[in-house]
């Protein structure tokens, strides 16, 4: 390794164990370090991203100089709009996986089980489209964050997996938030579905000094 590794910022600490089974599996040998910052998004939940913007700032000022993969899609923008600022190397983990979407189609199904995640998923989507017309439609999954916080990670993805298999006007799904990720497996349908981990940690690797 040349470089520190990447730090992975986390609004929940189930997340850790995810991200450490894909490098495990795709990028063995790969430096990551965890931070877990859970009123993070309880803030920009009920104020809005905006208003983390100065304790988010204080985060990412400690995590460097090493890279950092934002793996919370509420606050991604926010961190990403601070990176210069703070000259750092900042992605957001869902990035990837809204290119991959604009590629696919333009009818674009958005699930979250957090409603704060919408609004900067969608500008996202746009932005990767650089102006070509999209169609997106969003779609809360009822009662599934209730259980991801309650460590029933089985009974939340099979809530976002009903949900998919639900969506039946889409040229591709989107799972918005990095918890939802385990769903992908389970759906049936035959639309793609795209969840963010999995490119989202490939693309932060791939950051200077990150390996």
């Known amino acids: 390794m040349t470089g520190p590794g990447l730090v992975l910022l986390h609004t929940s600490a189930l997340h850790v164990p995810v991200f450490e089974a894909l490098r495990d599996r795709h990028h063995p040998g790969a430096v990551l370090s965890h931070l877990v910052v859970p009123e993070l998004l309880d803030r920009a939940r009920v104020e809005g991203p905006e208003a983390v913007?100065?304790?988010?700032s204080a985060v990412l000022a400690e995590a460097g100089p090493a890279?950092?993969?934002?793996?919370?899609?509420?606050?991604?923008?926010?961190?990403?709009?601070?990176?210069?600022?703070?000259?750092?190397?900042?992605?957001?983990v869902d990035r990837p996986m809204a290119a991959a979407a604009v590629r696919t189609g333009a009818r674009i199904a958005v699930l979250a089980t957090v409603e704060s995640t919408f609004a900067p998923t969608a500008e996202l989507l746009a932005e990767e489209a650089g102006g070509r017309p999209l169609s997106i439609r969003t779609h809360l999954v009822d009662a599934a964050w209730e259980r991801f916080e309650a460590g029933d990670t089985a009974g939340y993805l099979a809530r976002v997996?009903?949900?998919?298999?639900?969506?039946?006007?889409?040229?591709?799904i989107v799972l918005a938030q990095a918890s939802m990720a385990g769903a992908a497996e389970l759906v049936t349908t035959r639309i793609p579905v795209l969840s963010s981990p999995a490119p989202?940690?490939?693309?932060?690797?791939?950051?200077?000094?990150?390996?």
Not at 53 to 56: I, T, V
Request: net charge negative.
């Open 200 to 211: 989202g940690l490939a693309a932060g690797l791939r950051q200077p000094g990150a390996s």
């Open 53 to 56: 913007a100065p304790a988010l």
């Open 161 to 172: 997996a009903e949900a998919a298999d639900a969506v039946t006007d889409a040229d591709v």
């Open 67 to 92: 890279p950092v993969l934002v793996t919370c899609s509420t606050i991604g923008a926010t961190a990403e709009a601070l990176a210069p600022v703070l000259g750092l190397r900042v992605l957001r």
